[in-house]
């Protein structure tokens, strides 16, 4: 069974994401499980370039933990519980500032961590 996606079902990223948008992207793709930086590349669809430096962005911040696996040759990543957090405070202020209508309940209908 696929684990639930903490992103709100209407919220899709477009073809030009903000550097926001792909910290938001990359801190969920690791929440449920670790990845690996090809695979964040291959399904997020972000560039070895720009994938390394928000990726070098977020362990700085302690919002990604980096766990070494040296036997394989590959480092893989999981979301912190900082991490954890920021999402959640991220999709508070996007459902509180920017979702409005009849809807916008329906919205903030998102999976909190714990």
Do not use: N
């Amino acid at each position: 069974m696929e684990p639930p996606t903490i992103r709100p079902r209407s919220w899709t990223p477009g073809p030009r994401r903000t550097k926001y948008e792909r910290w938001v992207e990359l801190l969920e793709a690791c929440v449920w499980q670790s990845r690996t930086q090809s695979w964040l590349m291959r399904h997020l669809g972000l560039k070895t370039q720009m994938i390394k430096e928000d990726l070098d962005f977020l362990v700085a911040a302690g919002l990604f933990k980096q766990v070494d696996e040296p036997e394989a040759g590959i480092y893989v990543f999981r979301t912190t519980e900082k991490g954890r957090e920021a999402l959640e405070q991220f999709y508070t202020l996007v459902t509180q500032f920017f979702t409005g209508g009849p809807d916008s309940t329906k919205l903030a209908a998102f999976l909190v961590m714990t």
